[in-house]
């Protein structure tokens, strides 16, 4: 096979699982576009009606507003305790990483359902009254997201010579949080920000906990978009496809910011 | 006066001594040498006087303050790592001001202290780039301006060649020396390599196994050595104990006998040799390999192995594996250990 030909059948193979993958997201913007799709082969007229009963929806907009907050808040914490508590770990206490290493693995390991279970045993009762409230969420997101992040922050130290660094920073002067502030972080800044992505895309979409743990309460997106069974399809629809283009231009946005 | 003294310093590590009771002076504008094989304990001396590795017993002094239980933010110390540890999120220029710039020095003062060191180096024109566009020999360089430029009393220098390859390295390793007499700057090199000892020091100190064995000038490091250790370590000593020294002199010798290589002759007919040398002693090449300059032999005499090295003078002074010669040794440059 030439050379150009042996491009074309590359170049078709990739168009073609593209294609697969976006099937169903593009079924669903058509489906979400529809007027009328039931009895007919093809449906009855187009419209915007559903985004436009969706966008003007104040419970949506609360919903959402809800599930930004929630992450973003969570991310900000998360990166607060986590990173620091990574670094310690990592340069003054490598002894302790195993430990740290098994505490990653316990969101994955239990499943939602289960530790919600727990989580609402330890939280429905005075003196911790969380149950409902969106601060059990925050807790509970800070362990979802502790894992992506400590990976990501403990990789990058690994790749970076820290110890040598710290030892050269501390010789010209700089104090330990000088060197972390100057040096080690604007190092695994790439590393962290990707992982704060993960989680953030992992976070917005979280369902389980949002409903056991906050229900009602406190609504997110995806407890909205669950209690919206019941509408139209097209409806849910055009909520799905509204969900996908929030996550993706935040991602989009936040990729080119960290350029 | 940056004059540095060790007192009974020592250091453990949970089960192993590292080091026991060592005690040194090293004097104002001194390049001083910690030599030895590796694990001998140099690296963590020179860490301790850093300030990075707490010391368990003895004192450190610099100049007049005793430095013992200083941080190292405050010895006033600059240190250039093997790995040479450049700050990668900063350019040449920003990692040469990081010193300066925690001191909070003026702009303007900054940037001059950072163009004149960074000229001393011969890396003016890379101030912009980042480490990870340099070469290893070019990084090094803006290690050790970096560790100059915030004035220190003393260098320290890990082991800063032994990731570059041999012809930059003898570049680097003059280059280190000429800045280093310029600045009449105290200096302590560690290295395992000992030609590198050799062409940089003022004095080394010969360490095996936590312990100083030998702490002499280069010249009579090599020529006098005053043990086994030193003498195996520092060349080709051929060194032999009594039994094989007998065998080789045809005399009674009491004690191990260190004969360099280059202090035996190939015996030549129409040369006179004085009282200096001993008897020809009949003897036949094992092997040899070509150095450069020298050519190194190894020698069978008296069933005593020898190592000889022959300046590369004469294409027609080259003896086969297997030939039959007669040696001379200058009896006046072995050492009895």
Same mark, same amino acid.
């Given at each position: 096979?030439?050379?150009?030909?042996?491009?074309?059948?590359?170049y078709?193979? !990739?168009?073609?699982?593209y294609?697969?993958?976006?099937?169903?997201?593009?079924?669903?913007?058509?489906?979400?576009?529809?007027?009328?799709w039931?009895?007919?082969?093809?449906?009855?007229?187009?419209?915007?009606?559903w985004?436009?009963?969706?966008w003007?929806?104040?419970?949506?907009?609360?919903?959402?507003?809800?599930?930004?907050?929630?992450?973003?808040?969570?991310?900000?914490?998360?990166?607060?305790?986590?990173?620091?508590?990574?670094?310690?770990?990592?340069?003054?206490?490598?002894?302790?990483?195993?430990?740290?290493?098994?505490?990653?693995?316990?969101?994955?390991?239990?499943?939602?359902?289960?530790?919600?279970?727990?989580?609402?045993?330890?939280?429905?009762?005075?003196?911790?009254?969380?149950?409902g409230?969106?601060?059990?969420?925050?807790?509970?997101?800070?362990?979802?997201?502790?894992?992506?992040?400590?990976?990501?922050?403990?990789?990058?130290?690994?790749?970076?010579?820290?110890?040598d660094?710290?030892?050269?920073?501390?010789?010209?002067?700089?104090?330990?949080?000088?060197?972390?502030?100057?040096?080690?972080?604007?190092?695994?800044?790439?590393?962290?920000?990707?992982?704060?992505?993960?989680?953030?895309?992992?976070?917005?979409g979280?369902f389980?906990?949002?409903?056991?743990?906050?229900?009602?309460?406190?609504?997110?997106?995806?407890?909205y978009?669950?209690?919206?069974?019941?509408?139209?399809?097209?409806?849910?629809?055009?909520?799905?496809?509204?969900?996908?283009?929030?996550?993706?231009?935040?991602?989009?946005?936040?990729?080119?910011?960290?350029? | 006066?940056?004059?540095?003294a060790?007192?009974?310093? !020592?250091?453990?590590?949970?089960?192993?001594?590292?080091?026991s009771?060592?005690?040194?002076?090293i004097?104002?504008?001194?390049?001083? !040498?910690?030599?030895?094989?590796?694990?001998?304990?140099?690296?963590?001396?020179?860490?301790?006087?850093?300030?990075?590795?707490?010391?368990d017993?003895?004192?450190?002094?610099?100049?007049?303050?005793?430095i013992?239980?200083?941080?190292?933010?405050?010895?006033d110390?600059?240190?250039? /790592?093997?790995?040479?540890?450049?700050?990668?999120?900063?350019?040449?220029?920003?990692?040469?001001?990081?010193?300066l710039?925690?001191q909070?020095?003026? !702009?303007?003062?900054?940037?001059?202290?950072?163009?004149?060191i960074?000229?001393?180096?011969?890396?003016g024109?890379?101030?912009?780039r980042?480490?990870?566009?340099?070469?290893g020999?070019?990084?090094?360089?803006v290690?050790?301006?970096?560790?100059?430029?915030?004035?220190?009393?003393?260098?320290?220098?890990?082991e800063?060649?032994s990731?570059?390859?041999?012809?930059?390295?003898?570049?680097?390793?003059?280059?280190?020396?000429?800045?280093?007499?310029?600045?009449?700057l105290?200096?302590?090199?560690?290295?395992?390599?000992?030609?590198?000892?050799?062409?940089?020091?003022?004095?080394?100190?010969?360490?095996?196994?936590?312990?100083?064995?030998?702490?002499?000038?280069?010249?009579?490091l090599?020529?006098?050595?005053?043990?086994?250790?030193?003498?195996?370590?520092?060349?080709?000593?051929n060194?032999?104990?009594?039994?094989?020294?007998?065998?080789?002199?045809?005399?009674?010798?009491?004690?191990?006998?260190a004969?360099?290589?280059?202090?035996?002759?190939? /015996?030549?007919?129409?040369?006179?040799?004085?009282?200096?040398?001993?008897?020809?002693?009949?003897?036949?090449?094992?092997?040899?390999?070509?150095?450069?300059?020298?050519?190194?032999?190894?020698?069978?005499?008296?069933n005593?192995?020898?190592?000889?090295?022959?300046?590369?003078?004469?294409?027609?002074?080259?003896?086969?594996?297997?030939?039959?010669?007669?040696?001379?040794?200058?009896?006046?440059?072995m050492?009895?250990?």
């Amino acid at each position: 096979m030439s050379t150009k030909r042996a491009m074309a059948y590359h170049y078709s193979v !990739t168009c073609f699982i593209y294609f697969l993958l976006l099937i169903p997201l593009l079924a669903t913007l058509v489906y979400s576009l529809c007027d009328q799709w039931g009895a007919t082969i093809l449906p009855s007229g187009f419209t915007f009606k559903w985004y436009i009963q969706l966008w003007t929806d104040p419970r949506f907009l609360t919903a959402l507003y809800h599930s930004m907050t929630l992450a973003v808040g969570t991310l900000i914490l998360s990166a607060v305790l986590i990173v620091p508590c990574v670094f310690v770990v990592f340069y003054y206490y490598p002894k302790l990483d195993t430990g740290l290493n098994i505490l990653t693995l316990l969101p994955f390991a239990i499943p939602p359902v289960v530790s919600s279970v727990g989580l609402l045993q330890l939280y429905s009762d005075y003196p911790l009254l969380l149950t409902g409230t969106p601060w059990i969420l925050v807790g509970c997101y800070v362990g979802i997201a502790l894992p992506f992040i400590y990976r990501a922050v403990n990789n990058n130290l690994r790749a970076l010579n820290v110890h040598d660094l710290m030892d050269a920073a501390r010789l010209l002067g700089a104090s330990s949080t000088q060197a972390f502030f100057k040096l080690i972080l604007p190092n695994i800044r790439k590393g962290l920000m990707a992982s704060l992505f993960l989680s953030f895309s992992f976070l917005i979409g979280e369902f389980v906990f949002a409903n056991l743990l906050a229900g009602a309460n406190f609504e997110t997106l995806q407890v909205y978009l669950y209690n919206m069974q019941q509408n139209s399809s097209h409806f849910t629809s055009a909520l799905v496809i509204s969900y996908f283009s929030i996550t993706l231009i935040l991602t989009l946005l936040a990729t080119r910011f960290n350029r | 006066m940056n004059s540095v003294a060790i007192s009974h310093l !020592t250091k453990r590590f949970t089960e192993k001594t590292v080091f026991s009771d060592i005690n040194l002076t090293i004097q104002d504008g001194e390049f001083f !040498t910690l030599l030895g094989p590796s694990g001998c304990g140099k690296s963590t001396l020179l860490r301790c006087l850093a300030g990075l590795t707490q010391v368990d017993n003895g004192t450190i002094q610099l100049g007049e303050r005793d430095i013992t239980h200083l941080a190292p933010q405050k010895r006033d110390i600059g240190m250039v /790592f093997q790995s040479y540890a450049l700050f990668p999120n900063l350019t040449v220029r920003e990692n040469v001001a990081f010193g300066l710039r925690i001191q909070k020095l003026d !702009t303007k003062q900054i940037k001059q202290r950072v163009d004149d060191i960074l000229a001393l180096v011969e890396l003016g024109e890379f101030a912009e780039r980042y480490p990870h566009s340099l070469s290893g020999g070019q990084r090094q360089r803006v290690a050790l301006a970096r560790s100059l430029v915030v004035r220190p009393k003393m260098l320290l220098l890990d082991e800063p060649l032994s990731a570059l390859d041999a012809r930059i390295r003898k570049h680097l390793r003059q280059q280190i020396c000429a800045i280093q007499r310029e600045l009449k700057l105290t200096t302590v090199f560690v290295t395992h390599d000992q030609e590198e000892a050799l062409t940089m020091s003022d004095r080394i100190a010969l360490m095996n196994e936590g312990k100083i064995i030998q702490c002499d000038p280069p010249e009579k490091l090599y020529i006098e050595p005053s043990s086994d250790f030193t003498a195996r370590f520092m060349g080709q000593y051929n060194v032999l104990d009594a039994d094989q020294a007998q065998q080789l002199f045809k005399e009674s010798y009491q004690g191990s006998l260190a004969i360099r290589p280059e202090s035996i002759y190939v /015996f030549e007919d129409n040369r006179q040799y004085d009282e200096r040398f001993s008897e020809k002693i009949a003897a036949t090449v094992k092997s040899h390999q070509l150095l450069g300059s020298i050519i190194r032999y190894q020698l069978i005499a008296n069933n005593v192995e020898l190592t000889v090295d022959l300046l590369n003078r004469h294409a027609e002074r080259l003896f086969d594996v297997g030939s039959e010669l007669s040696i001379l040794i200058d009896k006046s440059a072995m050492r009895h250990l």
